[in-house]
C-alpha cells in the first residue's frame, strides 16, 4: 500500500458525523473523556481549480500498531458519505468540521477510508483542470478498504478540547500517471494548532491572475504554511505559532521574492505590506530542471524539492535554503516517473523584515542566480540530493536519481 507521505490526520469534511466504538480503547462512554475539535485549510493548487475527495470514515487508535482487526478503534462515520472541495479553503479560510467526543489519552494511528470511484459515482473523487475546465477522476490509493494508514500525536485531555487544524497541500498531492491523463492523489497534510498568529500581506494583482502564484512561510528550507494570494492580492498565512519565518514568493516567470526574519508572535497578524506597496518582482526568463527517478525500490512515492541557496550575508550570517517547488513524481507512462519545474534564471530579491508601514528594502542575491539543490526523498531510504549547473534561459538540466 502506497503510505502516504506527511499525511499527518484527514482530509476535508471529515468530522461531522457522531462517534461509533469498535472495541474497548474506543467507547465514547468512558468515565474520563475530552474533545477533538478541527477545522480544514488548504494550500495552493498547481494547474486545478478544483479537487474533490468524498470521505467515507475516520478511524483512530491509541497504538501506532494496532492492525485493522484488533480491538481499541473508534469510527468517525460519515452518513451519507461527503464530497469535498479542497480548494475552497485557500488564503486563511477555515472549515469548521466540527468536534466529538473522545476517551483521553494519546491517539498515534489515524486511517482515512476514501468512497472508491463506481460506475455510479465515477467522479466522487475528481480534479477541474484549469487548462480546459474539464473534469476528470482522481484515483485514490490501494487498500481503502481498512483505510491509508498514518501516524498523528494528538493528546486527548479530560475535559479539554484539543483543537486543531489541517493544512492541505493540493498542489503537491495531485500527480498525473499515464498518457491517458489519469491523475492520482498522495495527499501532503499536516496539523497544526488552531492559532491566531500570522502573517498577511499583498502581491500585485496583475501576477495573482496569470496563476500559480504561492506565497509561503518556511524555516530550515521547509515549507510551513502556503497560499495562494485572492483576486485583489492580498494573502493571510494563518494559522502558524509564534516563530522566526522566512516569506518565500514565486510565480511563473517572475523573479523569486524572499523576505527574512518575519517576526511572528502570539495572537498576532504580522504585516509585510500594505497594498500600495504590493509584491511585484519582475519578469524573468526561465529554465528547466527534470529527469527520471528508478530502481528496484517503490519509486512512484518519490518526491523532489527544489531548493535555492541565499547568501548568508543576505540572511544574517546563516546559511540558507528555500524551498521553490515541490512534489511527487509524475508517471506520465507505464513505469516511467520524470518530474519537471520551470524555474526562473534572475537572482532572486532577498530583503529583511521590516513591519509595515516600514518598506522592504529588497537586494539582487546574484552569487544564487540559476543555481539551485534537488532534493530525492523516499520513505524508507536515505534522502538524495544533487546540486544543479547554473541554469540558464531556455535550458534544460537533466538530474536522474536512483532507489536505493
Request: net charge neutral; glycine share 10%.
Amino acid at each position: 500500500m502506497k503510505l502516504l507521505l506527511n499525511l499527518k490526520l484527514a482530509l476535508g469534511g471529515l468530522l461531522v458525523a457522531g462517534l461509533a466504538a469498535c472495541g474497548g480503547g474506543g467507547s465514547s462512554g468512558s468515565a474520563s473523556s475530552g474533545t477533538l475539535r478541527l477545522a480544514l485549510t488548504d494550500a495552493p493548487a498547481c494547474g486545478y481549480d478544483a479537487v474533490n475527495v468524498t470521505v467515507q470514515k475516520i478511524r483512530v487508535h491509541q497504538s501506532s500498531s494496532a492492525s485493522d482487526a484488533d480491538g481499541g478503534w473508534s469510527e468517525i462515520v460519515l452518513s451519507p458519505a461527503r464530497q469535498i472541495d479542497l480548494l475552497n479553503l485557500t488564503n486563511g479560510v477555515l472549515d469548521e468540521l466540527g468536534q466529538t467526543p473522545l476517551p483521553t489519552g494519546k491517539y498515534t494511528q489515524l486511517r482515512l477510508v476514501l468512497a472508491d470511484n463506481t460506475g455510479a459515482n465515477p467522479l466522487a473523487n475528481s480534479v477541474v483542470l484549469t487548462s480546459d475546465k474539464s473534469k476528470v477522476a482522481l484515483k485514490t490509493p490501494s487498500g481503502q478498504q481498512s483505510g491509508v494508514k498514518t501516524n498523528i500525536n494528538i493528546d486527548i485531555a479530560a475535559n479539554q478540547t484539543a483543537d486543531f487544524v489541517l493544512d492541505f497541500d493540493a498542489c503537491k498531492s495531485v500527480v498525473t500517471a499515464g498518457g491517458s491523463g489519469q491523475y492520482l492523489l498522495k495527499p501532503v497534510i499536516s496539523v497544526i494548532p488552531r492559532l491566531t498568529s500570522g502573517v498577511a500581506g499583498f502581491v500585485d494583482a496583475l501576477i495573482v491572475a496569470n496563476g500559480n502564484t504561492n506565497v509561503s512561510l518556511q524555516q530550515g528550507g521547509g515549507v510551513i504554511k502556503a497560499t495562494m494570494p485572492d483576486s485583489t492580492g492580498k494573502f493571510l498565512l494563518q494559522p502558524v505559532a509564534p516563530g522566526n519565518y522566512t516569506l518565500v514568493l514565486t510565480a511563473p516567470g517572475r523573479t523569486t521574492a524572499i523576505v527574512t526574519n518575519v517576526v511572528v508572535v502570539a495572537n498576532t497578524v504580522a504585516s509585510v505590506n500594505a497594498s500600495g506597496t504590493a509584491l511585484n518582482p519582475p519578469v524573468s526568463a526561465s529554465g528547466t530542471a527534470g529527469g527520471a527517478v528508478t530502481g528496484t525500490a517503490p519509486v512512484e512515492d518519490t518526491r523532489i524539492r527544489v531548493l535555492q541557496p541565499l547568501t548568508p550575508a543576505l540572511t544574517g550570517g546563516t546559511p540558507t535554503s528555500v524551498e521553490i517547488a515541490g512534489r511527487f513524481v509524475d508517471n506520465l507512462t507505464a513505469g516511467n516517473y520524470t518530474y519537471a519545474y520551470p524555474l526562473v534564471v534572475n537572482a532572486p530579491l532577498v530583503a529583511p523584515y521590516v513591519a509595515s508601514p516600514g518598506l522592504l528594502v529588497f537586494t539582487a542575491d546574484t552569487a544564487v542566480a540559476g543555481k539551485y539543490t534537488l532534493d530525492a526523498s523516499l520513505t524508507g531510504y536515505a534522502n538524495k540530493t544533487a546540486v544543479l549547473p547554473t541554469l540558464a534561459s531556455g535550458a534544460t538540466v537533466t538530474t536522474n536519481f536512483t532507489f536505493p
